[in-house]
C-alpha cells in the first residue's frame, strides 16, 4: 500500500504539524489515505482546501480522507458535510496517533478553548525539505477584529526550553543546518512557563545549547513584542539569520487601531531603524492587508509609504476578505475589487523594493541554503539561482553576480 499522501495548506505551524501527523499515520499503521491539513486565515485559502479535497477524490476514489487544520476546528461540521469526507479531526486531535485509528469516530473536534498546555511532539525531519520547522508555541491570546485563527488554535502556551533543546539535537543530528523556530504568536513565548522567560532568552539559550545548529530563523514577529534580549541577540548573533518578517498588517494608524492592533506605523518604522542602525544587512518582510473595512485611498497611501519608508523587501500581501464572526465583517466593507486593486499596488512596490535589495548584493559573498538543485535562500532570504550546487540541505558559499528572473544569480565561491 502507498504511504498516506498529506496535503498541507497556511503557514510554517501547519507545516510543522503535517509532519508529525506524518510519524502518527505510520504508527497507526495508516496507508493510502490522504490528510489535507486546512488554513482558516483566508476564505480563499479554505476555497483552495476544498478544490484539493475534490481532486483527492478524483484521483484516489478509495481513499479514505480525513481533514482536519484550522478550517475545520472553527466549522467542523461544514467539512463533515463535504460528500468525498471521510473524518474530520481538530487541531488538538491530529497531533495523536489514535485519532488516525481505523475504528476511530469520525468527527473528533474538542474546545481547543479549554487547551492550557502545548507539548514539542519530536519529529525526525520533514519531507521534502531543506530547512526544518520547530514549534516553540500555539494559539493567541490577542483577539485582532480581522482574525478567526484564535478560534482554531486556542489561547496562547508554550513549549519548554528543554523539549525545544531535545528537538532541535535530533534534527541537527539528522542533517539539518537551519531551523525556523515558529508559533501563531511567537513572540508571546514564554508568558504562560515557570519564571516567564522570554523569546530572547529561548533564542540565546537554545544557541548556546546547540553550538552544532549553523542557521537560526524566526517566523513573524510582533513589532512591539521584541524583548531586549531577543533585540541583542537579533543585532549581535550571526547565527541568528537577518531575516525578520513582521506582522505590519497596515501603514495607517486608525487602520490599525480599527484592527486592534497593538502597534502604530511610527513603532515599526522606529524598529527598522533601529535594527537596521545595529545591523545593516537585515533584511525585513512584512504582512500587509489591502482593503481593510472603512481603509480610504489616503489610507491606503500610508501602507505603500511604509513599505518604502521601512525598505520592507519581503512581502505577503493579502487582499482583505470578510470572516463570518470577526468584528470586522460587521465593518463598512471596502468593495472586493478595489482591496484587490490595492493589494496588487502594494506588491507591485514590494517588488520594487525586493529589487532594490538584492541589487544592493550584487559582487558580495552569500551563504546560501541549497534547498533543490539549482536553488535556495541566503542570509537575508534573498532567492538565489546557484547552477552548480545540487545538494539540498548544504549551505554553499556563493559570488552573486546578477539579477536574473527575480532571483539573483551566483556561482559557488571557491
Known amino acids: 500500500m502507498a504511504e498516506t499522501e498529506i496535503i498541507t495548506f497556511g503557514c510554517r505551524l501547519n507545516a510543522y504539524e503535517s509532519e508529525v501527523m506524518r510519524a502518527n499515520a505510520r504508527a497507526a499503521g495508516l496507508e493510502g489515505a490522504v490528510i489535507v491539513n486546512t488554513c482558516a486565515v483566508t476564505a480563499e485559502a479554505e476555497r483552495q482546501a476544498r478544490q484539493a479535497i475534490r481532486r483527492a477524490r478524483r ?17 467542523p461540521s461544514a467539512w463533515a458535510a463535504m460528500p468525498e469526507v471521510d473524518q474530520v479531526i481538530g487541531n488538538l486531535e491530529k497531533l495523536h496517533p489514535d485519532s488516525l485509528a481505523a475504528d476511530a469516530e469520525r468527527i473528533q473536534v474538542r474546545d481547543i478553548m479549554t487547551v ?8 525526525e525531519g520533514f519531507a521534502g525539505r531543506a530547512r526544518a520547522f520547530l514549534e516553540v508555541q500555539q494559539g493567541c491570546d490577542h483577539r485582532c477584529t480581522f482574525c478567526i485563527i484564535p478560534f482554531g488554535r486556542g489561547n496562547s502556551r508554550s513549549v519548554p526550553l528543554g523539549i525545544v533543546v531535545e528537538q532541535a539535537r535530533r534534527l541537527v543530528a539528522n542533517g539539518y543546518e537551519e531551523l525556523v523556530l515558529t508559533g501563531v504568536d511567537l513572540t508571546s513565548y514564554g508568558a504562560d512557563l515557570p ?5 530572547g532568552q529561548l533564542v540565546r539559550r537554545l544557541l548556546a545549547l546547540v553550538p552544532e545548529l549553523r542557521r537560526l530563523r524566526l517566523s513573524s514577529l510582533d513589532p512591539v513584542e521584541i524583548d ?6 537579533i543585532v549581535e548573533e550571526p547565527r541568528l539569520m537577518p531575516h525578520l518578517h513582521l506582522s505590519v498588517q497596515s501603514g495607517d494608524d486608525m487602520v490599525l487601531k480599527r484592527m486592534k492592533r497593538r502597534h502604530l506605523r511610527a513603532d515599526v518604522i522606529g524598529l527598522c531603524r533601529r535594527i537596521r542602525a545595529a545591523r545593516p544587512e537585515v533584511a525585513f518582510g512584512a504582512d500587509m492587508i489591502a482593503g481593510f473595512p472603512t ?44 482591496a484587490k486593486e490595492r493589494a496588487e499596488r502594494l506588491r507591485g512596490r514590494g517588488e520594487a523594493q525586493a529589487r532594490r535589495w538584492m541589487e544592493s548584493r550584487i559582487g558580495s559573498l552569500a551563504e546560501v541554503l541549497i534547498e533543490e538543485p539549482g536553488f535556495g535562500h541566503a542570509e537575508d532570504f534573498a532567492p538565489v539561482t546557484i547552477p552548480d550546487a545540487t545538494e539540498a540541505g548544504r549551505i554553499v558559499r556563493v559570488h552573486i553576480d546578477r539579477i536574473e528572473d527575480g532571483k539573483l544569480l551566483g556561482r559557488a565561491a571557491a
Not at 484521483?59 to 466549522?75: F, K, L, S
Not at 492550557?116 to 519529529?123: C, D, K, M, P, S
Not at 531586549?228 to 541577540?233: A, G, I, S, T, V
Open 59 to 75: 484521483r484516489h476514489p478509495e481513499a479514505r480522507i480525513i481533514v482536519t487544520g484550522c478550517a475545520v476546528q472553527v466549522a
Open 228 to 233: 531586549d534580549e531577543l533585540f541583542r541577540q
Open 116 to 123: 492550557r498546555e502545548t507539548a514539542g511532539h519530536l519529529i
Open 295 to 338: 481603509e480610504d485611498p489616503p489610507m491606503h497611501e500610508n501602507s505603500v509609504r511604509l513599505v518604502e519608508e521601512c525598505d520592507l523587501a519581503w512581502l505577503h500581501v493579502f487582499p482583505y476578505s470578510p470572516r463570518p464572526g470577526t468584528p470586522a465583517a460587521r465593518m463598512p466593507q471596502v468593495p472586493r475589487a478595489v
Open 195 to 199: 519564571g516567564r522567560p522570554t523569546l
